[in-house]
């Protein structure tokens, strides 16, 4: 089967994982069906198997990082899962440095220079990503 089917197959099995709309979404947009990743991200088993999933991909597509990145907030038990996988240090990045504490918006315990890769939950028109990555740039690691 492929990867891309399996992952599929997760969402279709876990419960109550399509919301029928209108439902809006982070970036305001209008979708007729909502996907709750969260739904499935909740569920260890789910997640164990996309972490699994996506690792592979990553060998196969030969990606080398250092250090895994989740997109806050639906993004962060992805990193976290795949981090646990493959034994790759992992944290997450906001769109904006948070107020107070040490005002990063990279969080976990990653140096300069590090090759990261970012992973999230979904793709819309690519505004979180955007400022996802000007982020982990701007941390000083290197991302593709």
């Not at 089967?1 to 419960?15: G, N, P, R, W, Y």
């Amino acid at each position: 089967m492929l990867k891309s089917a399996e992952i599929v197959k997760v969402f279709c099995d876990t419960q109550n994982f399509f919301a029928v709309g209108p439902k809006t979404t982070t970036s305001h947009r209008v979708a007729p069906i909502y996907p709750d990743m969260r739904r499935v991200f909740s569920d260890p088993k789910a997640l164990r198997k996309i972490a699994r999933i996506m690792l592979k991909f990553m060998r196969d597509k030969k990606i080398k990082c250092d250090y895994i990145v989740g997109g806050a907030t639906a993004g962060i038990g992805l990193a976290a899962a795949i981090g646990l996988e493959s034994g790759i240090p992992w944290g997450y990045v906001r769109k904006e440095p948070k107020d107070g504490g040490m005002g990063l918006a990279l969080e976990g315990n990653w140096q300069r220079g590090m090759r990261a890769v970012l992973v999230d939950d979904a793709l819309g028109h690519g505004a979180a990503k955007t400022k996802f990555i000007k982020n982990i740039r701007q941390a000083g690691l290197k991302i593709d």
